[in-house]
């Protein structure tokens, strides 16, 4: 990589290839009247048009819509069908109408600009709750009142009765904006075609190739076997990179009736229109309190924006993932969920680092700080009051999932004392010297790691090389987090070879792996297990021709920094001159293995920003993070996981912001008006641990490459109130830029409420 070597999907170059465009919807909501292709089809280096009339002739099916998720009643999900290029009626900006292909990209391109399309403009809705009121334009016949689902979880009745003799209830309305992931590296593809072997093999940016290969498989039509997903370099994912996309099928289909490669690079453009976004959820949250200050039960309502189409993860992180987590850090067993999921003509949205967690960990903390506050009570104490005590793991909780271990007091006391907490008075004063209002928040979160995992196990695959190196294989791509280092040094640790001499290979096109993807901050503790148990595996195998080296008694052998000795003696030999003299003896192919079970890392996160109330701005001044994410392999590759995750939350909560205009067209389309957080953003980060080892995987690891953005965006949302309220603004939500915040401090001096925030249920 440091070389430049790096292959990126756009780095290869097949013989023959040819270039595509896609010509997309520059209307919310239209039907296509007619597309007439014949000048882009007479245009020099043009090859072929294709539209959604090829894709039907084709035999190709709709995109898959995940697991079926079960609503209230028992009622289905209903999944709007949604095809490679769409026919007959376009429902979002930027949704696929046609693919040019051509010589050159340049001439895809002006082609694409010359296709003739006529439409007959319908009404749009942008917004969930307009989406479902009465009259409100319907999208997908299949699809009535444009819901999707709605999903209820945990116990009703009881939440019902802990209201009933509650002797204060606190309500809060929340807003958790949409973004758009923006990866590093735009989305590209290449579709090819093998029609001897009839076998299709798709470049593509991707996190996994398992997940890809059977939701592209399911579009063709095709069993798992006649696809190849190739992925080396890959910038960045996020979970936008985990679900397959419409042009995919598209560029297969092609590379078929063309009978060459046919290769695809989308610009930074598309990615604000084409790439699946995240969150834009609304969210009412109550809290019942006993008069001593203990939570009874809660109760939360989200309306999830879903955009024009249910992606693949799209039911999954709206529901299971906002029930895993529903009690938060606390000890209550009264809670109740409902999450309606709806249609609107917008970009479809997905899974985006943390995957519905930070929507549930931002809707709890800000409604446990809120409930602080109308108590009087100092925040840290009002949470300490209602943990989960130690004594209790594991926790088994309303919604039926269970916190195998954790230590949520050791974790709190931790935070407090590294952050200074009880003398924060003294720098608020100092702030306020200066003209700056000093605001501080705190945030105690948990989240569930390898929750879900669609693969049945996790592969992996040890090789040892002809030059005495290992090779390990798994589909759980690595595209930033570090996988290539650490699941070396899990396998060096059992195996007693140096770190250098293991390498990593993912996504390779004649390895079929069964793996779940990167995602859900399970690598670790999934493929890292799995593979730490075929090294066990390994070495175990080696006992018996060990033996037989040294002529000795298998009882007598003992396998210590990466030799097999006769105990007691200095006979011995190495393990790796083993599998040099047995070829292939010492491989494993560890499969067909039980996957390891979710745990549940955990963490408590303060900061401190200051405003300048003249002009808006704000900064973050201090962030302590403490974090228990079980056993730590590597701790450098941890804290960059925690720097990235709280400078994304951050982003979140500081500036990013996808809007759309009543009449569907996304306003921050670009760079030039959605902010990219940079490094700089979070001052005097300090990421600390507290690790508390789960017996749930033989690593004893939690996970940790969401926790960044699921402590992060409650902790800086709290600071940023607290710091407001000294100004008279009693609420508000995200996005805090300069102008909203200057905004609402000039509204709350003229003794107005500013609309910063969702209505209240």
Not at 371 to 393: C, I, Q, S, Y
Request: charged share 20%; glycine share 10%; proline share 6%.
């Amino acid at each position: 990589m440091l070389k430049g070597a790096g292959r990126y999907v756009s780095d290869w170059s097949l013989p023959g290839q040819a270039y595509g465009h896609f010509l997309r919807s520059d209307r919310p909501h239209a039907e296509i009247v007619s597309l007439d292709a014949s000048a882009a089809l007479a245009m020099p280096g043009v090859i072929a048009v294709l539209t959604g009339d090829d894709v039907l002739a084709a035999g190709q099916k709709p995109m898959p819509a995940a697991a079926p998720m079960k609503g209230r009643g028992g009622s289905d999900q209903l999944v709007p069908p949604r095809y490679a290029l769409t026919r007959g009626r376009v429902r979002y900006v930027g949704e696929p109408i046609a693919l040019v292909i051509a010589e050159s990209a340049a001439q895809a391109q002006d082609a694409a600009e010359a296709i003739a399309v006529e439409f007959q403009e319908l009404p749009a809705v942008v917004s969930a709750r307009a989406a479902i009121a009465p009259g409100a334009p319907q999208l997908h016949e299949s699809v009535p009142g444009n819901l999707v689902l709605d999903f209820v979880g945990g116990d009703e009745a009881a939440t019902n009765a802990a209201f009933a003799r509650a002797a204060k209830v606190v309500k809060l309305a929340s807003y958790h904006s949409r973004v758009v992931g923006n990866p590093m590296e735009p989305r590209a593809a290449t579709g090819s075609y093998d029609a001897a072997a009839d076998v299709y093999t798709l470049h593509a940016t991707t996190q996994g190739a398992g997940p890809m290969r059977l939701q592209v498989g399911a579009m063709l039509g095709v069993p798992p076997e006649k696809m190849r997903i190739v992925a080396e370099e890959v910038g960045g994912g996020f979970g936008v990179r985990f679900n397959a996309y419409p042009e995919y099928g598209a560029l297969l289909l092609a590379a078929k009736k063309l009978g060459r490669p046919v290769r695809w690079v989308s610009t930074r453009s598309e990615v604000f229109v084409a790439d699946e976004q995240a969150r834009d959820i609304d969210c009412w949250g109550e809290i019942a309190l006993d008069a001593q200050g203990r939570i009874l039960g809660m109760r939360f309502e989200y309306l999830s924006n879903v955009g024009a189409y249910l992606a693949f993860t799209g039911s999954f992180i709206n529901t299971v993932n906002l029930v895993n987590v529903a009690s938060g850090v606390y000890d209550v067993q009264a809670v109740h969920v409902q999450a309606k999921l709806v249609l609107t003509n917008t970009v479809p949205t997905a899974a985006y680092r943390g995957a519905g967690r930070p929507v549930a960990s931002f809707a709890m903390e800000r409604l446990i700080d809120q409930a602080a506050h109308e108590l009087g009570m100092d925040a840290a104490e009002f949470r300490r009051r209602n943990l989960v005590p130690k004594a209790k793991f594991p926790y088994k909780i309303v919604t039926g999932f269970e916190y195998d271990c954790g230590d949520f007091e050791g974790v709190l006391d931790k935070a407090l004392r590294e952050s200074g907490w009880k003398g924060f008075e003294t720098r608020r004063a100092e702030s306020a010297k200066r003209g700056k209002q000093r605001g501080r928040g705190i945030a105690t979160y948990i989240e569930a790691s390898a929750a879900g995992g669609f693969a049945p196990y996790d592969q992996a695959h040890i090789t040892w090389e002809r030059d005495g190196s290992v090779t390990l294989r798994t589909a759980s791509h690595s595209h930033g987090q570090g996988h290539e280092t650490t699941l070396a040094q899990v396998v060096a640790s059992v195996l007693g070879i140096p770190l250098e001499s293991i390498r990593l290979r993912t996504s390779e096109p004649d390895f079929f792996m069964t793996a779940n993807p990167t995602g859900g901050s399970r690598t670790l503790l999934g493929i890292g297990s799995a593979m730490l148990l075929a090294a066990r595996e390994i070495v175990d195998k080696g006992k018996p021709l060990a033996a037989e080296e040294l002529e000795s008694a298998l009882a007598d052998l003992e396998f210590l920094e990466g030799r097999y000795r006769i105990k007691g003696t200095d006979r011995a030999i190495e393990i790796a001159a083993l599998a040099k003299k047995h070829p292939g003896k010492l491989d494993l192919d560890f499969r067909d293995r039980p996957k390891v079970p979710s745990t549940f890392p955990n963490g408590c996160h303060v900061a401190e920003v200051e405003i300048e109330p003249e002009t808006g701005s704000i900064e973050i001044v201090s962030y302590v993070a403490v974090d228990d994410a079980g056993t730590i392999v590597n701790h450098q590759i941890v804290e960059g996981q925690m720097q990235g995750g709280i400078t994304q939350g951050a982003g979140h909560i500081l500036g990013e912001q996808a809007v759309y205009d009543e009449s569907g067209q996304l306003l921050s389309g670009s760079f030039m008006d959605y902010p990219m957080p940079r490094a700089v953003l979070v001052e005097n980060l300090r990421v600390l641990d507290f690790p508390v080892p789960t017996a749930t995987n033989p690593l004893g690891a939690k996970g940790v490459g969401e926790a960044g953005v699921t402590g992060s965006m409650p902790c800086l949302m709290n600071a940023v109130l607290d710091a407001l309220r000294q100004g008279g603004v009693t609420h508000f939500d995200m996005p805090a830029t300069p102008q909203r915040i200057w905004a609402a401090l000039r509204a709350a001096k003229r003794g107005e409420r500013a609309a910063f925030a969702v209505p209240q249920a």
